[in-house]
């Protein structure tokens, strides 16, 4: 039996795991931005003109909601100062000319009394800098130690939902062993006595490949999952492997769960087995504007624009640069602009794929309310929407929508649906925060 | 980096960056498709007529919905085919021996008045084809009451080949159920009738394609036949078992061809999925009160109307349940409001 939600969409999956990984060569000169994870930005610890070795960390925040950033080659800091970032803006980065030796500098691999010590396995996951790598880059050590003691149900996210990307398949084939070392560390982070590793059945040789290798020995479950869009979304893995419902508002702990995915357990073994920071990890480039298709292993701090390069370069002009996986990836502005921790995919899109058309238009099908995982009521939210009705859209949970696109995807007459509700969420964000100065404020006065 | 990239804009967008294929146009070409069928059984049984006021109704209709959103500087509409289905579904529920103009009368009042004055596709609340019929039925109750014998029964002691007695006149009239209407011949459609409603075979294809397809969905054919099927079960009639009336009711008329392509339409029927249940339900009751009590013999077509005007206060009466609160959780939340308002009445007092 497959295990899976309500709601969902089958987009073009487009996925080519077939293609096996390349290596892309580091760039002359990689950008390492401060900024890769929720929380806290880091502080750079290297200066113009210093050397530093791959591996070598030059970034940190002691808050406990940041992790550290490190040199992903080996060579001269030639600049510290704002560069273009990904996810928008200019970010303060480190700028590594690389001198091409890659001379490392990791951490020493832990003992194996070690490897039985949450508090170490926390701590080393810590300073080897790891995030969610599913595209979320939450810190992953913040994430295990808030939910011990509440989660009871460890859920690995091996979904692999979006269409294109193949970095967690790739994974799962190519290093099944130490895939479910990282695991069970997770596991044993997380001081619980299960995992439940969750992978849709698009790929089932990497099900059969683990099931071979007695995932039992390591305390995991291979839990099939049905092939439907966002099966991947933390709420949705939380439902179908547990059948528990993440309260509204509330984090999967509430209900007792935690989910992490397959590419940061990955990178948990790389840490504690190997000493390796988050230095690389898997980039599916794709899209209309490349010739083909590449599934490549890409140094954190790599631009956009050597990356199409190394990838055979453009066949058609780009008109944008997704990153991620379609359905929730954003735009990047630049070519400039390098891949950090939670890039999974980078795909360079053309008018191919773009369906625009000059005037939506809503013909009340209803496919939106039918394909939303969220239980929500499209239809009717951007009707309030565009009246301006506030009152009405919070009553219609609009702060529900984790922007998952799968209304706007199935919608026949091309509605914004997921933009209207982004542009919603963020407003009320805004209010509320708002709101909340102006009582500190008061309080203050009050003093 | 390299100059010429710098020179390309790039767009941004939130997401989703991709979109289905499947997009208005589709959605009704696919519902053209599924009326092909019925379209040649009504050829096969009353020749060449039927595809006059097909192409009469079609026409006019995409000229009304060209015609007055250009009067109204709108942008044209007619690409997405709407027009089509519409003029399509009209000339389906006229009689085979109608008029070239009679459509043209009904498509008008469709598409401008029910349609576009308000404010086109999806923001109608009543389905336009029906609306044009309704205005016929109305205007021209003779020539839409008369309906020629098809070509199966031409020579049948006791047919009237320009006006034959519909099967549903014999289920809800004094007299017996002649021996050529069967099970069989209605199913195949070789009786009397509109020119889209006859064979249920051929309706029936074209909904299950529907259904393989994703247009529409389950909720509304399933709970509008089944409703009509349960209360005809119940009540029977027409002088013969409650399971053969039940069969003829299902047979007969435009039920088949109003559950599955016009109380399916988009704008005028629920969105909520619990609402289409209840919608469909409701066609199916007044349909089987029009029959038994009405003064039409067919009541397809009005219960579908009048539960279109009901389809916005259902979607407001179901609306969705949330994600991540249990049905006990709603329940304790209503009852610690109970509890809030009887301690403040207390309090009052």
């Given amino acids: 039996m497959t295990h899976t939600f309500h709601g969902g969409v089958h987009p073009d999956y487009r996925k080519r795991p077939d293609i096996p990984v390349t290596v892309i060569a580091p760039p002359p000169q990689v950008v390492i931005p401060m900024i890769q994870h929720i929380g806290a930005p880091c502080k750079p610890l290297v200066q113009k003109g210093d050397l530093v070795k791959m591996g070598q960390k030059i970034g940190e925040n002691p808050a406990p909601v940041s992790a550290p950033v490190h040199a992903s080659v080996s060579g001269k800091v030639v600049a510290v100062e704002p560069r273009p970032h990904p996810l928008g803006d200019t970010i303060m980065s480190v700028v590594i000319e690389n001198d091409g030796l890659d001379t490392p500098e990791f951490m020493e691999p832990m003992t194996p009394e070690q490897m039985k010590n949450p508090d170490a396995i926390l701590e080393r996951i810590r300073q080897a800098g790891v995030v969610g790598m599913g595209g979320a880059m939450f810190p992953t050590a913040f994430k295990i130690s808030g939910g011990i003691g509440k989660v009871d149900r460890l859920i690995i996210n091996g979904a692999e939902c979006e269409p294109y990307l193949n970095g967690d398949h790739l994974t799962m084939l190519n290093y099944p062993e130490q895939l479910l070392k990282g695991i069970e560390l997770v596991r044993i982070a997380?001081?619980?006595?299960?995992?439940?590793?969750?992978?849709?059945?698009?790929?089932?040789?990497?099900?059969?490949?683990?099931?071979?290798?007695?995932?039992?020995?390591?305390?995991?479950?291979?839990?099939?999952?049905?092939?439907?869009?966002?099966?991947g979304g933390e709420k949705m893995q939380v439902k179908a492997v547990t059948g528990r419902e993440v309260k509204p508002g509330g984090l999967p702990s509430g209900v007792g769960a935690n989910v992490v995915s397959t590419r940061t357990c990955y990178a948990v073994y790389q840490a504690c087995y190997e000493g390796r920071p988050v230095i690389e990890r898997i980039v599916t480039v794709s899209g209309s504007a490349l010739k083909e298709t590449v599934n490549g292993l890409t140094r954190v701090g790599t631009p956009f624009g050597y990356l199409a390069e190394q990838c055979g370069?453009?066949?058609?002009?780009?008109?944008?640069?997704?990153?991620?996986?379609?359905?929730?990836?954003?735009c990047a502005t630049s070519f400039d602009a390098p891949t950090i921790k939670g890039t999974s995919g980078v795909l360079f899109f053309t008018e191919e794929e773009d369906k625009h058309v000059d005037e939506p238009t809503c013909i009340r099908c209803g496919k939106c309310i039918s394909v939303c995982p969220m239980k929500l009521e499209p239809v009717f939210m951007y009707m309030y929407y565009t009246k301006g009705d506030y009152e009405m859209l919070e009553k219609y949970h609009v702060m529900d929508c984790f922007e998952c696109g799968s209304c706007s995807y199935n919608c026949p007459g091309r509605m914004p649906l997921t933009h209207a509700f982004k542009t919603a969420k963020l407003m009320f964000q805004a209010k509320a925060a708002k709101e909340k100065a102006k009582a500190e404020a008061a309080k203050e006065a009050k003093k | 980096m390299n100059d010429k990239k710098e020179r390309i804009i790039l767009d941004v967008a939130y997401q989703p960056q991709v979109r289905t294929n499947v997009d208005t146009r589709r959605l009704m070409l696919r519902v053209i498709i599924a009326l092909l069928p019925a379209v040649g059984v009504a050829v096969w049984q009353f020749g060449l007529n039927p595809l006059v006021v097909i192409a009469s109704s079609v026409l006019s209709a995409v000229f009304f919905e060209w015609a007055i959103?250009?009067?109204?500087?709108?942008?044209?509409?007619?690409?997405?085919?709407s027009?089509?289905?519409t003029g399509l579904l009209l000339a389906l529920t006229l009689p085979p021996s109608a008029p070239w103009w009679l459509p043209i009368i009904g498509t008008f009042f469709g598409i401008v008045v029910v349609k576009q004055l308000y404010g086109g596709i999806g923001k109608n609340f009543l389905n336009p084809a029906l609306a044009g019929r309704a205005f016929l039925l109305a205007s021209y109750a003779m020539l839409m009451g008369r309906y020629p014998a098809p070509a199966a029964l031409s020579g049948v002691e006791g047919i009237d080949a320009i006006s034959a007695a519909t099967p549903l006149s014999f289920l809800y009239g004094s007299d017996p159920m002649p021996a050529y209407y069967t099970a069989k011949t209605m199913f195949l459609g070789l009786i009397?009738?509109?020119?889209g409603e006859i064979s249920t075979l051929a309706l029936l294809i074209g909904g299950v394609y529907l259904l393989a397809t994703q247009v529409i969905s389950w909720r509304i054919p399933v709970s509008f036949l089944g409703t009509v099927a349960l209360l005809t079960l119940i009540f029977g009639g027409g002088g013969m078992s409650n399971?053969?009336?039940?069969?003829?009711?299902?047979?007969?008329?435009g039920l088949v061809l109003g559950a599955f392509?016009?109380?399916?339409?988009?704008?005028?029927?629920?969105?909520?999925?619990?609402?289409?249940l209840l919608y469909g339900a409701g066609c199916g009751a007044i349909t089987v009160l029009i029959r038994y009590f009405g003064g039409y013999p067919e009541g397809v077509s009005y219960a579908i109307l009048l539960m279109n005007l009901c389809a916005w206060a259902i979607d407001k009466a179901f609306h969705r349940h949330q994600f991540g609160v249990s049905k006990e959780d709603t329940k304790a939340e209503k009852e610690a409001q109970k509890a809030e308002k009887k301690a403040a009445k207390e309090a009052a007092k």
């Fill in chain 1, 190 to 231: 997380s001081c619980v006595d299960k995992a439940y590793y969750g992978i849709e059945v698009n790929k089932q040789d990497a099900i059969d490949l683990l099931n071979s290798l007695h995932p039992e020995k390591y305390g995991i479950e291979i839990v099939p999952e049905k092939v439907k869009y966002p099966q």
């Fill in chain 2, 261 to 276: 392509f016009m109380a399916t339409d988009y704008a005028t029927s629920p969105v909520t999925l619990k609402g289409q």
């Fill in chain 2, 69 to 81: 959103r250009k009067f109204r500087k709108q942008s044209a509409s007619i690409g997405d085919l």
């Fill in chain 1, 313 to 330: 370069g453009f066949v058609k002009t780009p008109r944008k640069i997704v990153l991620g996986g379609p359905m929730m990836g954003i």
């Fill in chain 2, 192 to 195: 009397p009738g509109a020119i």
């Fill in chain 2, 83 to 85: 027009a089509v289905v």
């Fill in chain 2, 243 to 253: 399971a053969d009336f039940m069969v003829y009711n299902l047979l007969s008329g």
